[in-house]
């Protein structure tokens, strides 16, 4: 018997919020290297948090799907959770703060949405999700200073090189 489509097993679920964690942390990389407020940690959050409101969408409300009634009435748990994505944005905005020469707290937005979409995940029972965010998010934040060090390294290389924010590589690009 075919699992029902709304149900994610917990491989499934590690896979894709692997994937989005992977995929942000190349780009960000790319945008630290380049020197970047937004640097890898805060794509990497950004990208677990949007897998896993994704997650929560396809995978958490199978519980909630019922025959439809006779009646004109009509429940939807998702308009809840929707509103929990879109309002964190408002609490992180605060945590952002523009100095003269840096922008602070991008990453303490970044990593307050993963914590919403990750307390919505644990409200709806939607574990694996729970568990796999999380564990993912407290690696990219613990994983700081030795990427940092990397970081610094291939900036230092392409500076050394003499290619700076902007340049093309010899032979161009497409």
Not at 19 to 33: N, Q
Not at 102 to 111: C, F, M
């Amino acid at each position: 018997m075919a699992a029902e489509p709304w149900h994610l097993t917990a491989a499934s679920t590690a896979l894709r919020l692997g994937a989005a964690a992977l995929f942000g942390a190349v780009i960000g990389f790319e945008r630290e290297v380049d020197g970047h407020d937004a640097g890898l940690r805060t794509h990497v959050l950004l990208a677990l948090g949007s897998a896993l409101f994704g997650a929560l969408s396809v995978g958490a409300f199978g519980q909630f799907v019922l025959p439809r009634n006779a009646t004109d009435l009509s429940i939807d748990p998702t308009r809840i959770a929707s509103y929990v994505a879109a309002g964190v944005g408002f609490l992180g905005g605060g945590a952002i703060l523009k100095r003269t020469d840096r922008v602070k707290g991008l990453t303490t937005a970044a990593s307050l949405w993963v914590a919403a979409a990750v307390g919505l995940s644990s409200g709806l029972g939607f574990w694996s999700g729970s568990l796999i965010a999380s564990g993912i998010a407290i690696v990219v934040l613990v994983a700081d200073w030795p990427l940092r060090k990397l970081m610094a390294r291939v900036r230092r290389a392409r500076i050394a090189s003499g290619l700076h924010e902007g340049d093309e590589p010899a032979g161009g690009g497409v």
